[in-house]
């Protein structure tokens, strides 16, 4: 899931929220670190285009994924969030 809204400063930014529902801590950790790096891979992309402030939260089927389909979905939601084709 992924909630967003317009930025007036020049950088989007971004955050990563995991809950317990995902699984235990070790699980929850690898999630966000898989996330905050497909985030930070995708991000030089679309620095150009325009500025939102974006919060990422993890579902539970996060756990039984791996880093490329998280770096997949990530994105796909940032080309539909910033209008790339």
């Keep these: 899931m992924v ?7 020049v950088d989007s930014r971004f955050g990563v929220t995991v ?8 699980t929850r950790n ?8 497909s985030i930070r891979r995708n991000q030089a992309r679309h620095s150009a285009t325009r500025s939102l402030d974006v919060v ?4 539970p089927r ?15 939601t ?5 209008g790339v084709r």
């Design 3 to 9: 909630i967003y809204s317009a930025s007036s400063l």
């Design 19 to 26: 809950s317990k529902k995902v699984g235990n801590a070790v």
């Design 30 to 37: 690898l999630v966000k670190r898989w996330l905050r790096e």
């Design 56 to 59: 990422f939260i993890a579902s």
């Design 62 to 76: 996060a756990a039984k994924s791996d880093f490329t389909t998280i770096s997949e979905e990530v994105n796909k």
């Design 78 to 82: 940032l080309n539909k969030l910033l």
